[in-house]
């Protein structure tokens, strides 16, 4: 299975000039033949990195098809410019936007209907960790998955507490949630989404601590923020390729 590195550049750069700028350090990289690149730029610099041989995918798209709902951007505008991948169930958007489990139920319903690959994430917060609650939190949040028609999909283990902190979660304990993961996947479908389903890690991810995630805790990708705007990024290819 190909490995994928995904950058959520969340919402940055301020404009096209720089994120034109963060893009081209990317393509300096010499790429890996084993490694699926995918960037997450917010929505409204799409075009500018339409076709240039990474696939693409937007942060966030709303459950309607269409109509009176200011603001909001469809799964199907999203496909039809260009986009391979919808993230979904992000914390930031749990959290600060309160999005609900219904809501992300819907949105991964409207992304299949579109053809989009939803990039579904889950993870506990750190009073839930210390609450010794992860492995209910994670079973509770996928569960939303349960009744749908899913054709492919990908799941971001993204433990809330390790996003943005320089504190990632050690590989060892990354390894036993995947494992969870995909047994809860297995248990809501069956063994075979679960072998197609990519699982990947995210949450302070950098050059450094990257092989690990894919080495020791046999993940299929990461899900990298801060470090997918600097030089850094482009390294991580390689790195894991
Ligand atoms: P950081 O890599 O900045 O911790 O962010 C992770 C993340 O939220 C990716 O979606």
């Given at each position: 299975m190909?490995?994928?590195?995904i950058?959520?550049?969340?919402?940055n750069?301020?404009?096209?000039?720089?994120?034109?700028?963060?893009?081209?350090?990317?393509?300096?990289s010499?790429g890996?033949?084993?490694?699926e690149?995918v960037?997450?730029?917010?929505?409204?610099?799409?075009?500018?990195?339409?076709?240039?041989?990474v696939?693409?995918?937007?942060?966030?798209?709303?459950?309607?098809?269409?109509?009176?709902?200011?603001?909001?951007i469809?799964?199907?505008?999203?496909?039809?410019?260009?986009?391979r991948?919808?993230?979904?169930g992000?914390?930031?958007?749990r959290?600060?936007?309160?999005e609900?489990?219904?809501?992300?139920?819907?949105?991964?319903?409207?992304?299949?209907?579109?053809g989009?690959?939803p990039?579904?994430?889950v993870?506990e917060?750190?009073?839930?960790?210390?609450?010794g609650?992860?492995?209910?939190?994670i079973?509770?949040q996928l569960?939303?998955?349960?009744?749908?028609?899913?054709?492919?999909?990908?799941?971001?283990?993204?433990?809330v507490?390790?996003?943005g902190?320089?504190s990632?979660?050690?590989?060892?304990?990354?390894?036993?949630?995947?494992?969870?993961i995909?047994?809860?996947?297995?248990?809501?479908?069956?063994?075979k989404v679960?072998?197609?389903?990519k699982?990947?890690?995210?949450?302070s991810v950098?050059?450094g601590?990257?092989?690990?995630?894919?080495?020791?805790?046999?993940?299929?990708?990461l899900?990298?923020?801060?470090?997918?705007?600097?030089?850094?990024?482009?390294?991580m290819?390689?790195?894991i390729?």
């Amino acid at each position: 299975m190909k490995k994928i590195l995904i950058g959520n550049w969340k919402m940055n750069p301020g404009s096209p000039k720089s994120a034109e700028s963060i893009f081209s350090e990317i393509k300096k990289s010499p790429g890996s033949t084993d490694v699926e690149v995918v960037i997450l730029p917010p929505s409204i610099y799409i075009p500018l990195i339409k076709n240039r041989g990474v696939s693409i995918g937007a942060q966030d798209a709303y459950f309607e098809k269409e109509g009176a709902f200011t603001g909001e951007i469809s799964m199907e505008m999203v496909k039809n410019m260009g986009c391979r991948y919808i993230l979904i169930g992000h914390s930031e958007r749990r959290l600060l936007f309160k999005e609900s489990d219904k809501e992300i139920r819907k949105k991964i319903i409207a992304a299949c209907v579109a053809g989009l690959v939803p990039i579904f994430c889950v993870g506990e917060n750190n009073e839930q960790k210390n609450d010794g609650e992860t492995g209910r939190v994670i079973r509770e949040q996928l569960s939303v998955l349960e009744g749908l028609q899913v054709e492919e999909m990908i799941v971001g283990y993204e433990p809330v507490w390790a996003i943005g902190s320089g504190s990632p979660c050690d590989p060892e304990a990354a390894f036993r949630m995947r494992l969870l993961i995909k047994k809860i996947i297995t248990q809501i479908f069956d063994r075979k989404v679960a072998e197609n389903t990519k699982i990947v890690y995210g949450g302070s991810v950098d050059l450094g601590n990257c092989k690990k995630y894919i080495e020791e805790a046999k993940f299929n990708g990461l899900l990298v923020g801060g470090a997918s705007l600097k030089k850094e990024f482009g390294k991580m290819i390689s790195e894991i390729g």
